[in-house]
C-alpha cells in the first residue's frame, strides 16, 4: 500500500447536498510518537488504547457550489457557535487532502463540531476531532463510490487523519491500535494505524484510565513544536530504536497479560517522553508539582496494595492512571481518597479502553 492507493478514480454523480455525523473517541498511547519526519511520517512506531467517554461528535452538512472551484468553502462551529480560530487548522488540513478527496473544493461545507470533555482540559482534542472530521469526509466519498470495500475505508479515513494530526489516526478503531512500520509487526505501517495483530491476554479487555486533570491550562508546547524538536535532539535515535524494543517486548506481554512487566514499559515510555522535552533545546517541563505527587502516590500504592495500578502521560501535566477491571473498586477509592485532591478543581474523567469511532444516524 502507497499514498497513491489513496487516490480515488473518477467519481459517480456528485451528489447535491446531504449531512453525515460521527462520533470518535481519543487514544492514549502506550509506545509513545514523538517526532516526525515529512508529511507526518513517524520517526518511531507506536500503540495505544483506544478510549471511550473523551470523544468528538461532528457533523457535516455538505451542499454542491456552483461553478468549478479550487478554493475551500467552510463554516466551523464549535459546541454550537462559530470559532474562526479553529479555521486555519482545518484549511490546513484541507490543504493536506485534497488530493484524495477531490472533491473537496465542489462543496461548502458546514462543520459542526463538540467534544465530551470539558474544554481546556487539557485533553488533547486533535485526536478525536480530526478523526471524527476524516470519518465524516470519508463517508461523503462512500457516497460517490458505493463500491469501496469496508477496508479500504477504514484505512483511508485512518490515513487522512494521520495527515490533520498524527495521532489521531489512532483513533478509528479499537481496542488497541499500532501505527508505523515495525519490522516484526504484520500489517504495520506508517501510513495509517492497524488493529493490534496478535493474541491479548483478556486482562487488558477492560482496562480503565481515569485521567487526573492536574493542569487545564493552554499547553505550553504544541505537539508541532515538540516533534520538531527531535530534529537534531542528542538522543533521538536511542529513543527512537527504544520505541521498538518496546514495542517487541510488549507482543509477549500482551499475550501472557504480564501486568508487572506492562507497567515497566508504559511508565519508562511516559517518562522517556518527558525527558525529550527536557532534554531538547530550547528545553521543556511540562509535569507540574501535583504531577510528581501523583506518580510518587501511585508508587506507593502500587507497593501497598499489591496492585497493578500504574500511570502514564501524555505532552502535559495531566496523569493517566490504568488498571484492570479486576481491581477497579480497590483503585478508585485509591484515585478518590488520595489522588483526586491533586487534580485542579478536583478534576477527573472516568475513561477506559474502548472500540473505536461510530457512525451517527442523522434525522
Ligand atoms: O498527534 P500529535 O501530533 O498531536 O502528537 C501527539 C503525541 C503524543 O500524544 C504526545 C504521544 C502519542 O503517541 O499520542
Same mark, same amino acid.
Given at each position: ?56 461528535? +461532528? ?45 473537496? +473544493? ?38 460517490? #463510490? ?7 475505508? !477504514?484505512?483511508?479515513? %485512518?490515513?487522512?487523519?494521520?495527515? &490533520? ?8 478503531? &479499537? ?41 487545564? &491550562? ?49 511508565? %519508562? ?21 501535583? +504531577? ?16 497493578? #495500578? ?15 477491571? #479486576?481491581?477497579?473498586?480497590? !483503585? ?7 489522588? #483526586? ?23
Amino acid at each position: 500500500m502507497t499514498e497513491k492507493d489513496f487516490i480515488p478514480s473518477k467519481y459517480q454523480e456528485l451528489k447535491e447536498q446531504g449531512q453525515v455525523s460521527y462520533t470518535s473517541p481519543s487514544n492514549i498511547a502506550l509506545v509513545k510518537y514523538w517526532g516526525k519526519k515529512e508529511n507526518q511520517i513517524p520517526a518511531n512506531p507506536s500503540i495505544s488504547f483506544t478510549l471511550e467517554a473523551c470523544a468528538t461528535t +461532528t457533523s457535516l452538512k455538505y451542499k454542491k457550489r456552483a461553478g468549478d472551484n479550487s478554493d475551500f468553502s467552510f463554516d466551523l462551529l464549535f459546541q454550537g457557535e462559530p470559532k474562526p480560530s479553529f479555521k486555519p487548522k482545518i484549511e490546513q488540513f484541507f490543504k493536506r487532502v485534497i488530493s484524495y478527496l477531490p472533491f473537496l +473544493t465542489q462543496y461548502h461545507l458546514i462543520i459542526e463540531t463538540s467534544n465530551s470533555f470539558p474544554h481546556s482540559s487539557g485533553i488533547a482534542s486533535s485526536a478525536s476531532g480530526m478523526s471524527a472530521l476524516a470519518l465524516c469526509l470519508m463517508e461523503l466519498e462512500k457516497e460517490f #463510490v458505493p463500491t469501496m470495500t469496508s477496508e479500504l475505508f !477504514v484505512q483511508k479515513a %485512518s490515513f487522512l487523519s494521520r495527515l &490533520g494530526s498524527g495521532s489521531a489516526c489512532r483513533s478509528i478503531e &479499537g481496542d488497541l491500535v499500532q501505527w508505523g512500520k515495525h519490522k516484526n509487526i504484520e500489517g504495520s505501517t506508517d501510513l495509517y494505524g492497524i488493529k493490534y495483530p496478535y493474541e491479548v491476554h483478556p486482562i487488558f479487555k477492560n482496562y480503565h484510565d481515569t485521567i487526573l486533570l492536574v493542569d487545564k &491550562g493552554e499547553k505550553q508546547v504544541s505537539s508541532t513544536v515538540g516533534h520538531d524538536l527531535m530534529h537534531g535532539h542528542p538522543f533521538a535515535e536511542q529513543r527512537f530504536s527504544q520505541a521498538h524494543k518496546n514495542l517487541e517486548n510488549l507482543k509477549v506481554i500482551f499475550k501472557e497479560g504480564n501486568l508487572k512487566e506492562f507497567i515497566k514499559i508504559v511508565e %519508562s515510555e511516559a517518562l522517556t517522553l518527558h525527558a525529550m522535552m527536557m532534554t531538547s533545546q530550547p528545553y521543556f517541563i511540562l509535569m507540574k508539582p501535583n +504531577t510528581l505527587e501523583i506518580i510518587n502516590k501511585i508508587w506507593d500504592f502500587r507497593e501497598k496494595s499489591k496492585t497493578n #495500578v500504574c500511570f502514564t502521560l501524555d505532552a502535559g501535566a495531566n496523569v493517566h492512571v490504568l488498571y484492570p477491571e #479486576v481491581e477497579k473498586a480497590e !483503585v478508585f477509592q485509591f484515585i478518590q481518597d488520595e489522588l #483526586v485532591a491533586y487534580c485542579q478543581n478536583q478534576q477527573y474523567i472516568c475513561d477506559r479502553i474502548g472500540f473505536g469511532a461510530k457512525k451517527l444516524s442523522v434525522k
